[in-house]
Structure formats: structure tokens, C-alpha cells
């Protein structure tokens, strides 16, 4: 669930403030809406409509390969190990982080009737602290192991008590009837706040690089919410049911997909599907931790579908506004279908109730009546669900308990010192450590990497990306080229020296700044001919950029690709088109500055038709922002390994001094050319 559902510009009003606002507008009745229209485009600027009908088509396609590789339940049982290890990774959980201690420790007790509450934080890893609230029966005639219940929250806007404290209803009510809940804070709006806002509103997109999102973390946070849980004394570990509405409904999704100890899942207001997402614009209505990045090119169903063949119940309301019913439909037919591999229909279910993106009483009903079934054994209908609910009248809300005494920390001098939340995105997915040197020859490692880059960072891609085909001429000395389907772009013209039948040594100068000019500093007296191309996105074919939701680059990742990756296609597909009109007889060298100097790298790299290649000024990390931005390439490597592995193939790196390009140098004299790297600080 995202928060930022407003006009107001990101920034101008405080998170808590907006937050608290949105906590309002959800739980107020049914009949008065506040959220936008998620499904308006932009029209504004001449990409707008290609980039949207390319995403369109794109997400057309994944959404169609649900169940392409499965006609039963032998086909899926091969299968699900690698797809439990593909969702693990585009998790950033493969590898998964080593289970350390989990350093438990209660802060303190609340006694209420027929409850006790134990306030309390773990570490999912060291640093990372988990901030939660255990309700358990007070009974004392209760004896033995009892069933469990994790409780993943919504986003709400409880400020430093957490979002935990909204929820404290269904903790109550699990704990009287049996349970054993543990309601845990997400890593935003929680007492120790991250984000989950990197793509969405803050332009961190290293995170697509990193591979990092915060879904990830929430899962492991789980994971580990139901290590702690097995842990104790009064809890059935054969009986764990996970649930939760909103980002909390998603995560439920998440854990129970990705750990089998989970036996029963009911998210609420939780999953829809690609085209809802992308086609429909709904992407915009979320916040990061409802995505993950979709590396193995996933139909999104198939989360749900790891769930199988453990009980599942699937919620919805009918006029949710970031979960449409379309949506809904298609992903419980989907999910009805596959577990009729199993034979075991009748353990997936659905509900929709009447309403918008909140909880009722059908809904509550229905959450507590599937649990009591599946872990009690006992399917009769739950009367008294609207008991300590949290009642609201306009800002002010009524809680059973008073939010700031369910504080693990009650003042800001006690959150650790130690924490890592806040930097969590910084350390959660490790980045790729290469050594200076290389085992074996540099054409093996150079081989065994490049798979990993193509496997990991480029899976759209075909073995070769074909050359773009033309399309019209307007004016003089520019065409039009078709990339891909439903992309096209400018090629220009701009200096003939020689006769075409006499050329030989031909540069495509890559623009991304919107100019059709290379820039003035530099001349290339060694070609005869000299062409400038705009991929998609840039000058002719721009599209509209609004912060947030950012719907482009985000769009682009659910569908295992980035805008950049795209524009490196349109450069190996013009590079082709030109090779190809000139009989394969030119020697194509690939120019670019700044972001379009990494671009033409990654050109080369992918495609061996390029004979080489000239880098001005051109960003030396992915993890700056303003780089390009390519999913998890940093998991294998960064921006001089790139350059380094074009070797032995000449490149001319200008506008940066030597110092900083060691590791390209490096791997220039490991391949044993480095003759054919030429490095000039002056730009000349």
C-alpha cells in the first residue's frame, strides 16, 4: 500500500502527518474516497504512448505464461525447487543471509482481560532490529503448545509507536481464542524507520542495480518473526498461519511462498497481477515493498502458486482502489486452477466484500473463521469479531491500548545504537567482490562472467538482439528506425568523408541528453562516416517523468528489465541496421558521454559486431543514481569490469583521470591488450 495518494508534492508535508492522514482515509466509512485515479496515463510528451503500449505488450506476454511449462503435478514438483531458488533471488534472498542469534529480548508486559501482551524486539540479523507485540492467552487452565499466528502490518501512521499498535485488535483476539500472535512493525513506519520508498519517491535507483528491495527484507524479517516463534515453549510449530491486510497482506504472500513452515496464509487486500500493475497503471498505487524485481521474467501469479498445496485464503473488496476486482478475478482463477493439479480445489478460497481498502466485519470474520478451521479444527462461524476493534473519528483515534504503552522502546534514547534499519538497502544484498587477479585464463573468466551478466541483468534479451528495421525518413539526413516492438527511434546522419563504397571505419555516437550533437571537445578524424542515434526515451522519443510514482523505471523492473537495459537493445539494433546496410563490410565503433558512455559499453559487450569503443566522462558505479541502471548487475560486477572485460577490442576512455580507471587498466593487461586501451584526461 503506498501512502503517497495525494496531489501534494513529496516533501511538503511530513511522513507522519500523511501517513496519519492515509490511516484515516482508509478505515473511515466506505462512501468517502480521497485516492486518485491510478489508471490515467500520461499524454504529454511524444514517448509517452510508445513506452506504455511497449510495457502494455511486455506484460502481456509474462502474464500469458502462467502454467506454459505445467500440465500437472509432476510438472510443477520438478519445477518448484528452481522456481523456490529464482524467487529467493529476485528476493535478494539467494544467497540467504545466515540465521544468527536472534537476541530476543522483552521490554516489557501488558496484562489486559483475557490477554497478556509481551513487548518485545529480535535482530533478523545483527543490527537489523525487528520491533513487535506477543499476545498470548492469560488463562491459565491453557497448557501445552498452541497454535501461532504471524501478524504482518498494513502501512498506518502511529508515528514512533509503530504500525503494530493499529492492529492490536486481531493480536486480542487471537490470544482469547487461543493463539499465540506475534504482530511485527515493517521496516517503514515501524519504531526504527527504514524506507520503502527508494524507486518510488526518492530516486535511488541503485536499488535496481543492487537488486535490493525492501520486500526482501520484510520476508526475512518474517522468516525469522516465525524462527522466534518456533522457539518457544508454547507454540505448536505444525500449526503457523501468517496474515495481514494492505503491505502486510503482501508480505503475508511473500513468506508463505518463499518458507513451507507456514501452513495457512490469508492476505487481505494483497496481490494483484501484470497487467493490472503495468497495463493498467496500477503500480502507481504501491510503494516498493509490494515488488519484487522480475528477474526470471515471472507471470506474478506463480508467487501464489508456491503457496500450493497449503490452505490459502485470498481477500479482496470490490471497489478497492489499488486492487482492482479484474485483477482479483484473474489471479483466484489462476490460483483455483492450480491447485486443482493437486487435487485439492477446496484449500484455496476466496472472498470479496463490499467496500473499499479496508477491513469489515465479513472480512475479519472470514480471516478468523479460516484460521480456527485449518489450525483448530473448528469451522464454526466467528460472532464476535468487532470486539476492541480501533475506533476512529477523524484524526482521533480509540484504542483498546493506549498505542505509545505498546512501545518496545519507549523513548528515543533507547533505540540501539547499533541499528541498521535506516542503511539496511545499503547492506542487505551483497555487491559483487572481484579480486584483482583472475584463476585461469582471462577468456574463461571473461566467459563464466558474462553469462552471469546476460542470466541476471539482461534475461529479456535474445541470444542476439536483431538489427532494427526502417521505418520512415521526414527530413534530410534522419530516419526512423523499429527496435523492438513498439519502439522506434531517430538515426541521423552527420558527416560523410569518403564514397559509401569506399568506407570502412564507421561511428554510431550515442545521445541521451537530448541533443543531436556529440560533444564539440572531441573529433574523430579516423572515420568516414558518422552517425548519431537517440535510443528510446531520450530527445525525440521522451516520456513523462513524474516523482513519484516514477511509472516508467518501475514498470519496467516487474517486467525483468530496466528503461536502460531497453536503450542498450535500440543501440546493438542500429548498430546492426547499419552493419547490415553496408554489407557487413564497415568496422562499427560505438561513442557516447556520460550516462551513454556506460550504455555503448554494455553495446559492445552484448554484441561482438562492434569493433570498438570511445567513453566520455562516463560514470565509473552503478551505485550512483544518475547511472545507468541495470537489475542486479552489481551482484555481479560494476561499471570498470565492464569496460575491462571489452578487451581485447580498442577503447578510448576520455574526460576521466587515470587513477580511477585501475581496474580497467587491470583487466587490459590480463587480456594482453593493453595497447588497445587509450586513456586521455585532456579530452583531446
Known amino acids: 500500500m503506498n501512502y503517497f495518494l495525494f496531489s501534494e508534492k513529496v516533501g511538503t508535508i511530513k511522513i507522519f502527518r500523511l501517513c496519519l492522514l492515509l490511516f484515516w482515509v482508509f478505515l473511515w466509512p466506505d462512501g468517502l474516497s480521497f485516492s486518485q485515479h491510478y489508471g490515467k496515463p500520461s499524454r504529454e510528451l511524444p514517448g509517452d504512448l510508445m513506452i506504455q503500449n511497449y510495457l502494455a505488450v511486455e506484460s502481456k506476454k509474462l502474464h500469458k505464461s502462467f502454467h506454459a511449462e505445467v500440465r500437472n503435478f509432476k510438472d510443477w514438483d520438478q519445477l518448484r525447487p528452481e522456481y523456490s531458488q529464482q524467487y529467493l533471488y529476485m528476493l535478494g534472498l539467494d544467497p540467504l543471509p545466515k540465521k544468527t542469534p536472534l537476541k530476543v529480548r522483552v521490554t516489557g508486559i501488558i496484562k489486559g482481560d483475557g490477554f497478556v501482551v509481551e513487548k518485545l524486539h529480535y535482530q533478523s540479523r545483527p543490527g537489523l532490529y525487528v520491533t513487535a507485540n506477543l499476545y498470548r492467552p492469560a488463562d491459565p487452565t491453557l497448557k501445552g503448545r498452541m497454535p501461532a499466528v504471524l501478524y504482518l502490518c498494513g502501512h498506518t501512521g502511529n508515528g514512533r509507536n509503530g504500525n503494530k499498535t493499529s492492529y492490536q485488535s486481531h493480536g486480542i483476539w487471537f490470544a482469547r481464542h487461543g493463539y499465540i500472535c506475534l504482530i511485527v512493525d515493517s521496516l517503514q513506519l515501524g519504531e526504527i524507520t527504514g524506507i520503502h520508498h527508494g524507486t518510488y519517491s526518492k530516486q535511488q535507483w541503485w536499488w535496481h542495480s543492487r537488486g535490493y528491495t525492501p520486500a526482501g527484507v520484510e520476508t526475512w524479517n518474517a522468516i525469522r518473526g516465525i524462527d522466534y516463534l518456533f522457539s518457544r515453549s508454547d ?12 503491505g502486510g497482506g503482501a508480505v503475508t ?13 490469508v492476505p487481505v487486500s494483497a496481490m494483484a497481477d501484470l497487467p493490472s500493475y503495468v497495463s493498467d497503471f496500477f503500480i502507481n498505487g504501491h510503494c516498493d515493498c509490494m515488488f519484487f524485481y522480475n528477474t526470471f521474467l515471472w507471470p506474478w501469479t506463480r508467487i ?12 479482496n473488496s470490490d471497489a478497492d482502489p489499488i486492487f482492482p476486482m479484474n485483477a482479483n478475478e484473474r489471479v483466484i482463477n489462476r490460483l483455483e486452477r492450480h491447485y486443482s493439479l493437486f487435487g485439492l480445489g477446496d484449500q484455496v478460497q ?8 479496508r477491513y469489515r466485519k465479513d472480512i475479519r470474520q472470514a480471516v478468523f473463521r479460516f484460521i480456527n478451521t485449518h489450525l ?55 555487491m559483487a567482490k572481484l579480486s584483482g587477479s583472475i584463476h585461469g585464463s582471462f577468456t574463461d573468466w571473461r566467459t563464466k562472467l558474462l553469462t552471469s551478466i546476460k542470466d541476471f541483468s539482461f534475461p529479456h534479451f535474445p541470444v542476439r538482439v536483431p538489427p532494427a528495421t526502417f521505418i ?26 569518403v564514397k559509401s563504397d569506399k568506407l570502412t571505419r564507421l561511428l554510431l555516437w550515442v545521445n541521451t541528453n537530448g541533443q543531436e550533437k556529440f560533444p564539440t ?8 562516416q558518422i552517425y548519431v542515434m537517440q535510443p528510446r526515451g531520450a530527445g525525440l522519443t521522451r516520456w513523462s517523468v513524474t516523482n513519484p510514482p516514477n511509472f516508467v523505471k518501475r514498470a519496467h523492473a516487474l517486467l525483468g528489465r530496466t528503461s536502460d537495459s531497453g536503450k542498450i537493445w535500440d543501440i546493438i539494433a542500429v548498430a546492426r541496421y547499419l552493419n547490415k546496410q553496408y554489407d557487413n563490410k564497415v568496422a562499427i565503433f560505438l561513442g557516447g558521454e556520460s550516462s551513454a558512455a556506460v550504455l555503448v559499453a554494455y553495446a559492445a559487450l552484448l554484441e561482438n559486431e562492434i569493433e570498438g569503443t570511445f567513453h566520455y566522462r562516463p560514470f565509473l558505479t552503478h551505485m550512483d543514481s544518475k ?58
Open 235 to 246: 507454540v505448536d510449530s505444525s500449526r503457523l498461519a501468517v496474515t495481514g491486510i494492505s
Open 350 to 357: 476466496n472472498v470479496v466484500s463490499i467496500g473499499r481498502h
Open 376 to 430: 483448530q479444527g473448528n469451522p464454526a462461524r466467528v460472532v464476535d469479531s468487532e470486539k476492541d476493534l480501533v475506533i476512529q473519528k477523524g484524526l482521533q483515534q480509540k484504542f483498546p491500548i493506549e498505542p505509545q504503552s505498546l512501545r518496545v522502546f519507549p523513548k528515543d534514547s533507547d533505540i540501539p545504537t547499533n541499528q541498521i534499519n535506516t542503511s539496511i538497502d545499503h547492506l542487505f544484498v551483497p
Open 627 to 684: 547511472a545507468p541502471q541495470l537489475l542486479n548487475i552489481l551482484r555481479t560486477c560494476d561499471i570498470p569490469e565492464i569496460i575491462g572485460l571489452l578487451a581485447p577490442r580498442p577503447v578510448a576512455i576520455m574526460g576521466i583521470s587515470g587513477h580511477k580507471l585501475k581496474r580497467v587498466k587491470r583487466l587490459f593487461h590480463l587480456a594482453g591488450a593493453i595497447d588497445n586501451l587509450v586513456i586521455r584526461e585532456d579530452n583531446k
Open 304 to 315: 501464489g502458486g508456491l503457496i500450493a498445496p497449503r490452505a490459502l485464503l485470498f481477500i
Open 253 to 265: 504472500f511473500w513468506v508463505a511462498a518463499a518458507d513451507e513452515r507456514v501452513r495457512v496464509a
Open 521 to 528: 571537445k572531441i573529433t574523430f578524424q579516423d572515420f568516414d
Open 472 to 497: 520512415q525518413k521526414k527530413i534530410p539526413n534522419q530516419i526512423w528506425l523499429k527496435t523492438e516492438s513498439e519502439i522506434k527511434v531517430p538515426l541521423w546522419t552527420k558527416r560523410f568523408s
